[in-house]
């Protein structure tokens, strides 16, 4: 199932203008730091972490544009 995230992102990235393998690498980065942020909201039982992840990721995204 990862492959197919990974996929999709990577595709969205190319939308952006990266070209591969910049695309695929910014494509496991974004997947990774959203799956450890949704482990660590559920293991610490805090909402919060979730929020304030999803914002640095946006801040993110906006600087490979």
Not at 52 to 61: K, P, S
């Amino acid at each position: 199932m990862m492959a197919v995230y990974v996929g999709w992102a990577a595709r969205q990235f190319r939308d952006l203008g990266k070209a591969e393998p910049e695309a695929h690498d910014h494509a496991v980065t974004l997947i990774s730091v959203f799956q450890g942020a949704s482990l660590l909201a559920d293991t610490f039982r805090d909402p919060r972490l979730m929020a304030a992840q999803a914002r640095q990721l946006e801040a993110w995204i906006d600087t490979v544009r």
